[in-house]
DNA sequence: TGAAACCTTCAGGAACTCCTCAAGAAATCC
DNA sequence: GGATTTCTTGAGGAGTTCCTGAAGGTTTCA
């Protein structure tokens, strides 16, 4: 299967970089549009297999572009962003027609999540959604986590780091990669965010031997690759 | 595949010729530029595969030349190079999509350490992770240096020396030589931080036999290739 | 053989990194 | 709207790392 391809709708120039540079990262080829015509004009002329549209958008807004869409009979599923309060149950709806949405502020690994579940749903990407590393599964689909035959329970943020470090298993991850992937590109705090999770993840995850999560000093962390 | 290409754009002379001068050693060609105009321009004219960017540039600034880039269409990877008191939402982000960053005053070993894992991110180089001399490994993409079937605990410095000795099997080299690309370009100490460090390795990594790191007296120091 | 040059090792203190805990703030659920 | 869960911050402390300097070995060469 060829590389999905994914039409990003963004005005902001931060968060269309985001976007675009955490969905190439990942293997997707990206299409970006900064208004709503050219979003329209670039879906028409090469249709994507997702498309991701901020609702707020100067000019055409996102519901009215997703009308237009469907109506030229293009079928991609849309990923929709939106502010925190705005208009969430206007979208609520949209998700009966296998539509999802986000709402900002997001983290490079809450958008990826995303994507990969709309488009498995709609047929367009085969790949796996569980991971494994050592005795540890993590399904994405299920969005569950167990060690053996143990189900974990992990908070949010836990479960994203987890998912994060099991998905780059035998490389080191920085605090700096680590901050950028798992938490919203808004948070800015300097601090040791990324430790406490780390050490609460250890204690849920448990250490069975030596460890799941290995400390590389001076560098950041690392699960090691089966 | 051909030596990658990657393209320098620093505007401090001293900074840019270390780095011009650590790459071409490694094998890389290199192309430089003083300004973000120019490194634009350079990138315009021939598609590099890394880019090297400082983010305090006189005039459009790294951020900005970047974003250009992308833009144009212009996918290569970008490693920044940032001062250490950057604020840091300014460095957020940095790491997303393959990009990654480097606090100044650097080492021409972490700068090579953090090229090498950006190209091969990105596809642009195939060249192996891993070293190997006699039975000692070092995996740059785990950060891992193991002896037989044993994982051996080194502290950065340490690493960073292995490393630059591995990397030069059958080379000898000096003392000169290793401060410059081991220690950062700000270090100016002279004493005998080399052999301190050599001595550490040596107790940590083992002599197995006749011993991995071979003193040449009166020139510096040599790791025998296999 | 003896002196000079060179190399190795070790100990100690300053600086830094990492882990954990606890408490307040924020979000979420019922 | 109150209770619960989750997130974030900050501080303390253990442990590590780095550099320096000094003592003692080894090699070289006249």
Redesign the pocket.
């Known amino acids: 299967m060829p590389k999905a391809r994914i039409l990003v709708v963004e005005d902001e120039d931060n968060i269309a970089f985001v976007i675009a540079a955490g969905l190439r990262m990942a293997g997707f080829e990206v299409v970006e549009a900064r208004t709503g015509e050219d979003g329209l004009r670039a879906a028409e002329g090469h249709p994507p297999d997702l498309i991701i549209l901020d609702v707020m958008l100067p000019g055409i807004d996102g519901f009215e572009i997703c009308r237009r869409l469907r109506t030229e009979g293009i079928e991609a599923p849309v990923v929709f962003l939106t502010a925190?309060d705005a208009t969430v149950d206007r979208i609520r709806g949209l998700t009966i027609g296998g539509d999802d949405y986000l709402?900002k502020p997001f983290s490079v690994e809450e958008l990826l999540a995303r994507v990969r579940v709309v488009l498995r749903r709609s047929g367009k990407s085969h790949e796996s959604q569980v991971l494994s590393c050592d005795d540890v599964m993590l399904d994405d689909e299920a969005h569950r986590v167990s060690r053996g035959d143990q189900v974990l329970?992990?908070?949010?943020?836990?479960?994203?780091l987890l998912r994060f470090l099991m998905s780059n298993a035998g490389r080191v991850l920085s605090?700096a990669q680590i901050l950028d992937h798992v938490?919203?590109y808004s948070?800015?705090?300097?601090?040791?965010?990324?430790?406490?999770?780390?050490?609460?993840l250890?204690?849920k995850v448990g250490t069975g031997g030596r460890g799941l999560?290995k400390?590389?000093?001076?560098?950041?962390?690392r699960i090691d690759a089966d």
């Open positions: 925190r709402v329970h992990l908070s949010p943020t836990e479960y994203k605090r938490w919203d948070f800015d705090g300097e601090s040791t965010v990324v430790e406490t999770f780390v050490s609460s250890r204690k999560i400390t590389v000093r001076g560098v950041g962390y």
